[in-house]
């Protein structure tokens, strides 16, 4: 028999050890994502999740609801069909899609819930922003500043959503201590910026003696300080919003046409979701690191 040359051999073992690698590689699983439509605020989850899965080494199917639930519905029953591993999900309604996430459950596929959740099913884990609180935040900012008294609109987010209910509760639970701010007006933009200016110019048509706006969101925020503008009133206005930290909403803020910006880290709720589903389906459990804080003795801080 010929013998093998070394530059063969180096090859036929570098092939072997190829074989090996792929053999004992991590699992790889398959993530499908759920958002309820993909403006910059979802699309900057979907960035914070792809991050985090091509670290992990996970395919991250990542699905646009267009903010309908029927189609987010379909969408659910087709990523059961294609089997996979875990769901990202972010309810545009939170009672319509309970029988979607009703679905997983019976599948045995675990639902993570991302920014909002559902009603109803199961979930592994929940990771959003503190809504209640961040109504209640921009709120007393905007109580605050109109000194207890005038005219406010609620410019709030789409029915039904989770992530509305609880803003408007933490709101309302600030402004039922302050009986002399009357709010003119509770309308939804849909959380668009293009539902922000339309109902918002109707809002300043109605009552142009408005003090102040509570929005939902950045981009609905955005789009009521166009319409502000437009009409000539944006100087008589105090806009608080929560907000995504955006470079258009940074923007504003730093122009002074939105007084303030309680801002969320959409980025980062995409990250832990991927994380804890990943972690989940490795160990058992969903572990959510507690950040350490350093004491020292006097003298001791370097």
């Known amino acids: 028999m010929k013998a093998k040359k070394p530059a063969a051999l180096l090859l036929a073992t570098l092939g072997s050890l190829a074989l090996l690698g792929t053999a004992t590689a991590a699992p790889q699983y398959t993530f499908g994502l759920l958002l309820s439509a993909m403006t910059p605020y979802f699309a900057t989850i979907k960035?914070?999740?792809?991050?985090?899965?091509?670290?992990?080494?996970?395919?991250?199917?990542?699905?646009?609801?267009?903010?309908?639930?029927?189609?987010?519905?379909?969408?659910?029953?087709?990523?059961?069909?294609?089997?996979?591993?875990?769901?990202l999900i972010n309810p545009t309604d939170a009672k319509a899609l309970i029988p979607a996430v009703e679905k997983a459950n019976a599948a045995h596929i675990p639902v993570v819930f991302i920014d909002r959740k559902a009603d109803g099913g199961h979930a592994i884990a929940y990771f959003a922003s503190d809504n209640t609180q961040a109504g209640a935040q921009a709120c007393q900012f905007l109580a605050n500043r109109l000194h207890g008294k005038g005219n406010l609109f609620l410019l709030l987010g789409i029915s039904g959503a989770s992530a509305t209910n609880e803003r408007t509760a933490g709101c309302d639970s600030v402004l039922q201590r302050y009986p002399n701010i009357h709010v003119v007006a509770r309308q939804s933009g849909h959380f668009s910026r293009r539902g922000g200016l339309t109902v918002t110019r109707e809002v300043l048509i109605a009552h142009p003696n408005l003090n102040a706006i509570y929005a939902e969101n950045g981009q609905?925020?955005?789009?009521?300080?166009?319409?502000?503008?437009?009409?000539?009133?944006?100087?008589?206005?105090?806009?608080a919003m929560i907000g995504s930290g955006s470079a258009g909403e940074t923007q504003l803020v730093k122009e002074g046409k939105i007084a303030l910006s309680v801002a969320q880290q959409p980025a980062v709720m995409g990250a832990l979701g991927v994380e804890a589903g990943y972690n989940y389906l490795k160990t058992g459990t969903v572990f959510v690191p507690v950040p350490l804080h350093m004491d020292y003795a006097p003298g001791q801080r370097p």
Do not use: W
Request: aromatic share 0%; glycine share 8%.
């Open 220 to 239: 609905m925020a955005i789009g009521a300080v166009r319409a502000a503008e437009a009409a000539g009133h944006l100087k008589n206005l105090s806009i």
């Open 47 to 87: 960035s914070g999740a792809e991050t985090e899965a091509k670290k992990l080494g996970v395919q991250l199917l990542v699905e646009n609801g267009n903010n309908d639930s029927a189609t987010q519905s379909n969408q659910v029953d087709t990523l059961i069909a294609r089997k996979v591993n875990l769901l």
